[in-house]
């Protein structure tokens, strides 16, 4: 089942995409606000995010811009009120992956949604390096059949190490690979994330999956 994060505060609108996505069997989560927005997308398996551009207390597509700017990259759809051709542009250009106008169909709301996480499916389903199992369609990982809870950077951050196998990473490469190379995000930040990843994906310290390369960078084997 895909996941769809929904951000309108119009309630009445809210309930009405919660309850036309629920019926099509999707998981829908609803927000009026952005307040607990980055909270879900790092508990939460998000596949889609519906967001309203005329919020309380901020603009939706600035706040998109935030997000991508942290490093966050799942697909949006934008359903607002705001439908000039620069509205539209802008919001393309602060990360939107579509554009839907109120007054708007459901049905073609429908057919958007289906599209968009079509779009954004891996063709992989299932990838396997050691005793760790990475399900692509759901963006959960597995140690020796048992589910990892990770959050979405540590998520991103492991398959990068998965699909580069064998191969020094450096911290650089990490920041541009993984955190879009945020100006706001330093090398020391990859020593903390690395550092609770390996809590997380070995405990004990016995499998050393990530190795540490003095002045070069990071591993995985």
């Known amino acids: ?21 629920t019926k099509d069997n999707y998981d829908v989560i609803g927000c009026l606000d952005t307040s607990n927005v980055q909270e879900i997308l790092d508990e939460e398996d998000i596949d889609l995010i519906l967001m309203d551009r005329n919020l309380p207390g901020v603009e939706g597509s ?22 000039s051709n620069d509205d539209v542009i802008e919001g393309f250009e602060r990360g939107g992956d579509d554009y839907i106008t109120k007054p708007f169909n459901l049905d073609i709301l429908r057919a958007r949604v289906k599209a968009i996480i079509k779009r954004n499916t891996k063709d992989v389903d299932v990838l396997k390096v050691r005793d760790i199992l990475y399900h692509s369609e759901k963006n959960i990982f597995f140690i020796s059949d048992e589910e990892v809870k990770l959050t979405l950077l540590e998520k ?15 911290r650089d490469l990490l920041l541009e690979n993984v955190w879009s190379d945020s100006a706001d995000t330093k090398t020391k930040t990859v020593n903390v994330a690395i550092k609770r990843l390996k809590e ?22």
């Open 1 to 21: 089942m895909y996941s769809v994060l929904v951000v309108e505060d119009e309630s009445d609108i809210l309930e009405l995409i919660e309850y036309t996505l």
């Open 200 to 221: 997380k994906i070995d405990p004990n310290g016995d499998k050393e999956y990530i190795k540490a390369v003095t002045g070069e960078g990071y591993i995985f084997s």
């Open 62 to 83: 600035m706040f998109i811009q935030s997000l991508r700017d942290k490093g966050y990259s799942h697909p949006v759809i934008y359903i607002t009120a705001k439908d």
């Open 156 to 170: 991103k951050l492991l398959l990068e190490f998965i699909k580069n196998k064998d191969i020094l990473m450096s």
